[in-house]
């Protein structure tokens, strides 16, 4: 069983055959305090689960429909399995080899040979790839040449080629990028055939373009090797039907099969945003009939198959395995490399679509903070709009729970005006992590904390990084606070400076006395009197003050770092091992 970090008893409860109740009077037995709509840590989940003999994967959210996608592809692949399924299907050839060496030219030259065999003949629509018919055999060529679209999209685990054609000038010779090419397409295991192009010059030297490729491992067959060589110009339309023929009878050796009936699923060559046809992908087809009306997923993009055409611009109802063909109907662009799948259902599609969508969008943000509009500090902010210029907010935003995680999004969104854009970079339940601020750092963000707190290193990196961590514990204020900024009000700053930090080790009762923790000072000062919270994991468990401090048996005043200490807890005995001690104060901070 999946079940996802930062679950509630309402949501682990049933995942288990239980209700909410059993988790949270479960939790209770174990001395924590919960509501059925609290997050639950790692632990708590763990333990429930044990308790209920349950074997429990936790992951990511997110991470849950991925896997669920990963299963719809597995029983596919299974579903593949059965050999008599299995019919020929075209072989995927791409082309590559050194720049000006006649990939484009060669593309062109084949594909206007299929136009002209093809009676409809005429329109020739550039799809991404297309296909080419000879005896009663296909081929679909990608229409990408170079390496730099096949490594792309073996990158992301796309094995979309069955041959390279390797093109070299027979006057140039094998050049820097012929190597290259070459030895992308032995990594990819594909079998290769080399076009040597351009032998109409009159400096061609065919055989000397051979003896280089021998150097290098590709033996001719007129030597006794194994590597198809064809001699070609595309300029003067020579070979080229040779070249075809070889490349069928390569392709026939491959013996290259796949199931053509069923449920879809392929690689996404290209995709655009068509004015007028909105979002547009190129799919390559590797197994299943893809139909019209199919709910697909194609990476982040989902929607029903509004429309297919092929690559002589014809709408079609289906296409098949190794066929090219453009999709209309998704939501948004794709990216080249994608994976597709035909989804059991709308909502199925919607739901992996959605979650990888905000999946990519954390992880590009996080790995290329330029993929978003550089925000506007907050204390800056005012300043900006009233010069006529629009303003960006960029905001980390982190909570307790959920609920108060939407009803700030919400109430926020509401600020939104033409003149300031408020964008949520990152949105998530829990303590505010060096993660967080990293993040806010690169997209210039503001990180909000509504009863989560930072840990001590999230914060001395904020610091450095010159990040602001707001802290509320009341939603109006932090609606109030960012309304002001938003109109130049920006209220002073009151930044708790914490004092002390110190680490819960037991937790003991004392007769008369009451529950006491048993501490380890980290860092700074515990005073007695002051102002203190707990956090456990990050998140505020209870705000209070410090009633009665002690070392050893004496009450005393304060506790240095590096010393232990005993803290009386009046009011809230519900601390364990493991959880903070924060001592703060108020102060103000003085803008600059
Ligand atoms: P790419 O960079 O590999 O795609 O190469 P192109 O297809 O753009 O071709 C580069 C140049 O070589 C163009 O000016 C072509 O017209 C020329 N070219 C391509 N094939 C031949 C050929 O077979 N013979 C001759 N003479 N020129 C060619």
């Not at 232990?564 to 003085?590: A, H, M, N």
């Given at each position: 069983m999946v079940i996802e970090r930062g679950s509630t008893a309402k949501d682990l409860g049933p995942k288990l055959n239980r209700s909410a109740a059993d988790v949270v009077r479960f939790l209770l037995q174990q001395g924590e305090m919960i509501t059925a709509t609290q997050t639950l840590s790692d632990d708590m989940i763990e333990l429930f689960a044990a308790d209920v003999g349950a074997a429990i994967r936790l992951v990511d959210p997110g991470q849950e429909q991925e896997v669920g996608l990963q299963q719809l592809l597995d029983v596919l692949d299974e579903e593949d399995e059965?050999?008599?399924d299995l019919r020929p299907r075209p072989a995927v050839v791409t082309v590559m080899g050194h720049?000006?060496?006649g990939k484009t030219l060669l593309l062109d030259r084949i594909r206007s040979a299929s136009v002209a065999a093809d009676?409809?003949?005429g329109i020739t629509q550039h799809i991404g790839a297309y296909q080419v018919e000879k005896n009663g055999k296909r081929l679909t060529f990608i229409?990408?040449?170079?390496?730099e679209a096949f490594t792309a999209m073996r990158a992301r685990?796309?094995?979309?080629?069955d041959i390279v054609i390797l093109v070299v000038a027979a006057d140039d010779g094998v050049m820097p990028t012929t190597l290259e090419a070459l030895a992308h397409a032995r990594a990819a295991e594909v079998p290769i055939v080399v076009a040597i192009n351009?032998?109409?010059?009159?400096?061609?030297?065919p055989d000397r373009v051979r003896q280089q490729l021998a150097e290098h491992g590709l033996i001719p067959e007129q030597w006794g090797g194994d590597t198809v060589m064809v001699e070609i110009s595309a300029l003067q339309d020579l070979g080229i039907d040779d070249l075809i023929d070889n490349l069928l009878v390569v392709a026939e050796l491959e013996d290259l099969r796949a199931n053509p009936e069923g449920r879809a699923y392929g690689v996404v060559l290209e995709a655009k945003l068509d004015v007028g046809r909105g979002p547009v992908a190129t799919v390559l087809v590797q197994r299943g009939q893809l139909e019209v009306g199919d709910p697909m997923v194609a990476g982040p993009a989902w929607g029903r198959v509004r429309a297919l055409i092929d690559d002589k611009g014809e709408q079609v109802k289906q296409a098949g395995p190794g066929s090219p063909v453009q999709v209309l109907g998704l939501s948004e662009v794709a990216d080249a490399g994608d994976d597709f799948v035909v989804a059991p259902d709308d909502r199925t599609a919607r739901r992996v679509g959605e979650t990888r969508g905000q999946y990519a969008r954390i992880k590009s943000i996080a790995s290329?903070?330029?993929?978003i509009t550089t925000g506007v500090k907050l204390e800056d902010i005012f300043e900006q709009i009233q010069k006529g210029e629009a303003a960006t907010l960029n905001l980390v935003l982190k909570a307790d729970v959920n609920g108060s995680l939407e009803a700030l999004t919400d109430s926020l969104r509401r600020l939104e005006r033409d003149e300031v854009k408020i964008v949520f970079v990152h949105r998530a339940v829990g303590g505010i992590t060096q993660y967080d601020v990293q993040l806010a750092s690169a997209t210039g963000a503001t990180i909000i904390g509504f009863n989560v707190r930072p840990d001590r290193k999230s914060r001395e990196l904020a610091e450095t990084e010159d990040v602001e961590i707001r802290t509320y514990e009341i939603i109006y204020q932090v609606i109030a606070d960012i309304g002001n900024a938003l109109v130049?009000?920006?209220?002073p700053e009151f930044e708790e400076v914490v004092t002390g930090e110190a680490e819960v080790r037991e937790v003991f009762r004392v007769p008369r006395v009451g529950a006491v923790a048993g501490c380890y000072v980290r860092s700074g000062v515990i005073t007695r009197n002051s102002p203190v919270r707990f956090l456990r994991e990050g998140t505020i468990i209870w705000k209070g003050t410090i009633n009665s401090l002690r070392r050893f048996k004496d009450d005393v005043r304060e506790v240095a770092a590096g010393f232990e200490c005993g803290v009386g807890l009046s009011d809230f005995q519900d601390l364990k091992p493991g959880d903070v001690i924060e001592t703060f104060q108020q102060r103000e901070i003085p803008r600059t």
């Amino acid at each position: 069983m999946v079940i996802e970090r930062g679950s509630t008893a309402k949501d682990l409860g049933p995942k288990l055959n239980r209700s909410a109740a059993d988790v949270v009077r479960f939790l209770l037995q174990q001395g924590e305090m919960i509501t059925a709509t609290q997050t639950l840590s790692d632990d708590m989940i763990e333990l429930f689960a044990a308790d209920v003999g349950a074997a429990i994967r936790l992951v990511d959210p997110g991470q849950e429909q991925e896997v669920g996608l990963q299963q719809l592809l597995d029983v596919l692949d299974e579903e593949d399995e059965n050999e008599a399924d299995l019919r020929p299907r075209p072989a995927v050839v791409t082309v590559m080899g050194h720049v000006d060496h006649g990939k484009t030219l060669l593309l062109d030259r084949i594909r206007s040979a299929s136009v002209a065999a093809d009676e409809a003949g005429g329109i020739t629509q550039h799809i991404g790839a297309y296909q080419v018919e000879k005896n009663g055999k296909r081929l679909t060529f990608i229409d990408t040449p170079g390496h730099e679209a096949f490594t792309a999209m073996r990158a992301r685990g796309a094995e979309a080629t069955d041959i390279v054609i390797l093109v070299v000038a027979a006057d140039d010779g094998v050049m820097p990028t012929t190597l290259e090419a070459l030895a992308h397409a032995r990594a990819a295991e594909v079998p290769i055939v080399v076009a040597i192009n351009k032998v109409d010059r009159d400096n061609a030297d065919p055989d000397r373009v051979r003896q280089q490729l021998a150097e290098h491992g590709l033996i001719p067959e007129q030597w006794g090797g194994d590597t198809v060589m064809v001699e070609i110009s595309a300029l003067q339309d020579l070979g080229i039907d040779d070249l075809i023929d070889n490349l069928l009878v390569v392709a026939e050796l491959e013996d290259l099969r796949a199931n053509p009936e069923g449920r879809a699923y392929g690689v996404v060559l290209e995709a655009k945003l068509d004015v007028g046809r909105g979002p547009v992908a190129t799919v390559l087809v590797q197994r299943g009939q893809l139909e019209v009306g199919d709910p697909m997923v194609a990476g982040p993009a989902w929607g029903r198959v509004r429309a297919l055409i092929d690559d002589k611009g014809e709408q079609v109802k289906q296409a098949g395995p190794g066929s090219p063909v453009q999709v209309l109907g998704l939501s948004e662009v794709a990216d080249a490399g994608d994976d597709f799948v035909v989804a059991p259902d709308d909502r199925t599609a919607r739901r992996v679509g959605e979650t990888r969508g905000q999946y990519a969008r954390i992880k590009s943000i996080a790995s290329d903070a330029s993929a978003i509009t550089t925000g506007v500090k907050l204390e800056d902010i005012f300043e900006q709009i009233q010069k006529g210029e629009a303003a960006t907010l960029n905001l980390v935003l982190k909570a307790d729970v959920n609920g108060s995680l939407e009803a700030l999004t919400d109430s926020l969104r509401r600020l939104e005006r033409d003149e300031v854009k408020i964008v949520f970079v990152h949105r998530a339940v829990g303590g505010i992590t060096q993660y967080d601020v990293q993040l806010a750092s690169a997209t210039g963000a503001t990180i909000i904390g509504f009863n989560v707190r930072p840990d001590r290193k999230s914060r001395e990196l904020a610091e450095t990084e010159d990040v602001e961590i707001r802290t509320y514990e009341i939603i109006y204020q932090v609606i109030a606070d960012i309304g002001n900024a938003l109109v130049g009000l920006l209220a002073p700053e009151f930044e708790e400076v914490v004092t002390g930090e110190a680490e819960v080790r037991e937790v003991f009762r004392v007769p008369r006395v009451g529950a006491v923790a048993g501490c380890y000072v980290r860092s700074g000062v515990i005073t007695r009197n002051s102002p203190v919270r707990f956090l456990r994991e990050g998140t505020i468990i209870w705000k209070g003050t410090i009633n009665s401090l002690r070392r050893f048996k004496d009450d005393v005043r304060e506790v240095a770092a590096g010393f232990e200490c005993g803290v009386g807890l009046s009011d809230f005995q519900d601390l364990k091992p493991g959880d903070v001690i924060e001592t703060f104060q108020q102060r103000e901070i003085p803008r600059t």
